[in-house]
Nanobody, 121 residues
Framework: QVHLVESGGGSVQAGGSLRLSCAASGDTASTRSMAWFRQAPGKEREGVACISRSGWTSYADPVKGRFTISKDNAQSTLSMNSLKPEDTAMYYC?????????????????WGQGTQVTVSS
C-alpha cells in the first residue's frame, strides 16, 4: 500500500509559476513510476506528466516546454511555469509499479487526494 499526499497548489495569475509536490509513504520500494494528472470541472481526468524510476519522462502536448516533472526517492515534484487559465484544475499525484511510466490513468494503482490549481487571466 502506498499513501500519496499532494501539496503546493494555489491561485496565480496567467504567466505565473507553481510547484506541486507529492510525498509518498508506505511500500514505496514497489513504486517504479509516478505521474501527475489533472481534472477540470466537467472534463475527464487527463495525464499531465510522468516519470519512470530510470528518469525517463513523458508530457502531455499542452504542457510540453512549460511543466517539468522530477522524482527524488519517494517524492515527485511538478514545476509549472507560464501557467495559463486552461491549466486550472485539480491536480492528482499517482504512483504505479510499471517500469515505463504512462499518461494513462488505469496504469496507476495509488492516488492522492488532489491539490487545486487556479490560474486567472
Amino acid at each position: 500500500q502506498v499513501h500519496l499526499v499532494e501539496s503546493g497548489g494555489g491561485s496565480v495569475q496567467a504567466g505565473g509559476s507553481l510547484r506541486l509536490s507529492c510525498a509518498a509513504s508506505g511500500d514505496t520500494a514497489s513504486t517504479r513510476s509516478m505521474a501527475w494528472f489533472r481534472q477540470a470541472p466537467g472534463k475527464e481526468r487527463e495525464g499531465v506528466a510522468c516519470i519512470s524510476r530510470s528518469g525517463w519522462t513523458s508530457y502531455a502536448d499542452p504542457v510540453k516546454g512549460r511543466f517539468t516533472i522530477s522524482k527524488d526517492n519517494a517524492q515527485s515534484t511538478l514545476s509549472m511555469n507560464s501557467l495559463k487559465p486552461e491549466d486550472t484544475a485539480m491536480y492528482y499525484c499517482a504512483s504505479g509499479t510499471r517500469f515505463l511510466c504512462s499518461l494513462t490513468a488505469g496504469r496507476y494503482s495509488y492516488w492522492g487526494q488532489g491539490t487545486q490549481v487556479t490560474v486567472s487571466s
